[in-house]
């Protein structure tokens, strides 16, 4: 079988993030086949203490351990490197702050942004590295304007929305080995290589959750008791114990006094300790603000009409640019989306190619005007 088509220039150093995934031990594989000078390097996240055992497979000891043997399966020297501090500076600590402030945030974002595709490619340049390589299913294209990311070969594994906020300048010294393939070509190179991760499964959860997201929230933010009111009258139809076990659009699991009808949680409001709920349709917005926003082509070449992602498992759709400056970006859907969630990344593209995104911080379409309503003790709100 073909192997994937990489930048050229063989003989080149690459530092070669490895996970002990399948996807990452066939990349430091495929560049090292094609002639590049390799170097294994896994990011330790995990801290010293009794909490190890948390950390899912892909960031864990054993992951680390499976990382080194394989690096030596592929004749490449392998190092460990220390992330610890970045790691709660730039993504757990921060995840905690957003349930906190009623937001969903996406940490695997912040990692790429904060750590893999900044401070990695600062330290590979520092070593001497001409590239990073990871194990994405990303595709990188050399235009005539430059370095372009754009959506993997396997839309069931397309990760271009977790990299919108790599810096412009990283571009051109990240490689994507298997951003041509389908994850079964990849475990059948992974076989033909003889490597030991060829049947791993995959990690799906966060790396630092080790189980819900609810429970490891509940061990760092406050219990506080609160009333769901229903968003058209204000009424108390419902007790919580915290507004950060919450997530806009959520559906399941509110435990409403009694209910008729399907509710969603439609506004999070950790001021009042609020939770409100309504309708499908009370959930629907015409657009989005976005701030924080990265850009991966000159912002006078953005698009007027895009395609934009607001939730890594949601499809594009189509949006009109109504602002866009260096801070942020204001968009207007051509047809209403379902929980639009602030925090959660807004992702920009035209066609397959990756221009960039932001963090969502309001709908476009104001919530009706949240009921008047009396103070009162829980027990008072039945």
């Not at 990382?67 to 757990?92: C, K, M, N, S, W």
């Not at 995840?95 to 990692?111: D, I, K, S």
């Not at 559906?251 to 006094?257: E, H, T």
């Not at 850009?295 to 395609?307: F, G, K, M, T, W």
Request: with cysteine.
């Amino acid at each position: 079988m073909a192997a994937a088509a990489i930048q050229p220039g063989a003989g080149k150093k690459v530092l070669c993030a490895m996970s002990g995934g399948v996807d990452s031990s066939v990349s430091a594989a495929l560049l090292k086949e094609q002639g590049y000078s390799v170097v294994g390097a896994m990011m330790r996240f995990w801290p010293d203490d009794k909490r190890t055992d948390t950390f899912d497979s892909c960031c864990s000891p054993d992951a680390a351990y499976e990382a080194r043997r394989v690096a030596d399966q592929v004749g490449v020297p392998f190092y460990l490197l220390d992330y610890r501090e970045q790691f709660q500076r730039h993504i757990v600590g921060p995840f905690l702050a957003e349930y906190a402030a009623g937001r969903t945030p996406n940490p695997c974002v912040n990692c790429n942004t904060k750590v893999k595709f900044d401070e990695l490619v600062k330290k590979a340049r520092l070593l001497g590295c001409d590239y990073v390589a990871t194990g994405h299913y990303v595709k990188r294209i050399d235009g005539p304007q430059g370095t372009e990311f754009h959506r993997g070969d396997d839309p069931r594994k397309d990760q271009t929305y977790f990299l919108w906020g790599t810096p412009i300048s990283a571009l051109p010294y990240i490689l994507f080995p298997v951003g041509t393939l389908e994850k079964p070509q990849v475990r059948q190179l992974a076989e033909g290589y003889g490597l030991l991760t060829a049947q791993k499964p995959e990690s799906q959860n966060i790396c630092f959750v080790p189980g819900t997201v609810q429970d490891f929230v509940a061990e760092y933010l406050p219990r506080a008791s609160g009333f769901i009111r229903e968003i058209a009258s204000g009424e108390v139809v419902g007790e919580h114990s915290g507004t950060q076990f919450y997530t806009l659009g959520q559906k399941k699991g509110l435990g409403l006094y009694r209910s008729h009808h399907v509710r969603h949680v439609v506004h999070l409001d950790p001021a009042s300790n609020t939770v409100w709920v309504g309708d499908h349709a009370d959930c629907l917005w015409t657009g989005l603000r976005a701030s924080g926003a990265n850009y991966l082509l000159p912002l006078h070449d953005l698009p007027e009409v895009l395609e934009v992602q607001v939730r890594y498992r949601s499809q594009p759709v189509r949006a009109r640019v109504l602002r866009a400056d260096e801070q942020g970006f204001e968009l207007a859907f051509e047809e209403a989306q379902f929980a639009v969630a602030p925090g959660q990344s807004a992702v920009l593209y035209s066609g397959t190619r990756l221009l960039g995104g932001g963090l969502i911080e309001d709908h476009v379409r104001d919530l009706p005007a949240l009921p008047a309503v009396k103070e009162g003790t829980l027990a008072a709100g039945r």
